[in-house]
């Protein structure tokens, strides 16, 4: 064990502990202080994208992405998600314009989505809750158990070149544990149909597992090893949600599919 992996380690469950309390804690909350935190939380990752994606491209590109973010977390708990599908289209075709290049537009659109997807998808008075929940179950599980399960049996890498210490028995592991992780969530709020539940769940795992693999190749490919040093431990807010974007995302758009720009949670959970 190398010299201070005990203290980094009390660390990072410490940041750990406070950032998922904060989580809950909004969510169970609801209302404007839930769509403030992932307002913050999106800024965040606009900042951080800048910083090593970007950071010559200057404070014009900074601005229109900021409206962007404040503007879709705004817009989402009022509930106008029409409004956000003008302001991403504006603000992504000004960012092209800008910065004559992709990488400030998939800035903010990563940004201002999480956002928007995030407080859209708590929006529901009666399923909100119980969708943020399951996507929490979902994202966690699947970060822990792949952590463990690829430690404990090995075997192939899942993707070495972009990151070395994932393994398919990880990968695996974690899928199923978001599986379980999500149908106890879906069992405890009612839901009527499991099988679909689990389905969606196995996805929203993929896709996060997805999310961690796209976030490293970029860091790699602009060489930088964490996004920031913005949480204790574990460094930037785009390292700890990097997962919890595209599985947030992939809830929403099921649930918008399913249920309507009024009822994604609905759409995502009853089958």
């Not at 590109?61 to 504006?90: E, K, M, Q, T």
């Not at 943020?132 to 599980?141: D, G, N, P, R």
């Amino acid at each position: 064990m190398r010299p201070g992996f005990g203290a980094e380690l009390r660390l990072r469950i410490l940041s750990a502990i406070v950032m998922g309390a904060a989580a809950i804690g909004t969510a169970v909350w609801g209302g404007w202080p839930f769509a403030v935190f992932w307002c913050a939380a999106g800024v965040a990752i606009l900042w951080e994208w800048g910083r090593f994606v970007s950071p010559s491209l200057g404070r014009n590109l900074a601005l229109i992405g900021l409206a962007a973010v404040i503007g879709s977390a705004v817009f989402a708990f009022l509930g106008r998600p029409s409004d956000i599908v003008w302001v991403a289209v504006a603000s992504l075709v000004a960012a092209v314009v800008v910065s004559r290049g992709l990488w400030g537009a998939a800035g903010i659109a990563y940004a201002g989505g999480v956002a928007a997807a995030t407080v859209l998808l708590r929006s529901d008075p009666i399923w909100g809750l119980t969708a943020i929940v399951l996507t929490f179950a979902v994202v966690w599980s699947t970060d822990s158990a792949a952590y463990f399960g690829g430690r404990l049996i090995g075997g192939p890498k899942l993707w070495p070149q972009v990151s070395p210490k994932k393994t398919w028995s990880g990968a695996l592991t974690g899928t199923i544990a978001a599986m379980v992780a999500g149908l106890a969530v879906a069992v405890c709020a009612g839901a009527p149909r499991l099988a679909p539940v689990a389905l969606v769940c196995f996805a929203m795992s993929v896709a996060s597992q997805l999310g961690d693999l796209l976030e490293s190749s970029i860091k790699r490919h602009f060489g930088v090893k964490d996004a920031s040093a913005l949480i204790p431990g574990h460094g930037g807010v785009m390292d700890r949600l990097d997962g919890f974007i595209f599985a947030v995302a992939l809830a929403s758009i099921v649930g918008f599919v399913r249920g309507g720009f009024e009822g994604p949670s609905r759409g995502l959970l009853i089958w």
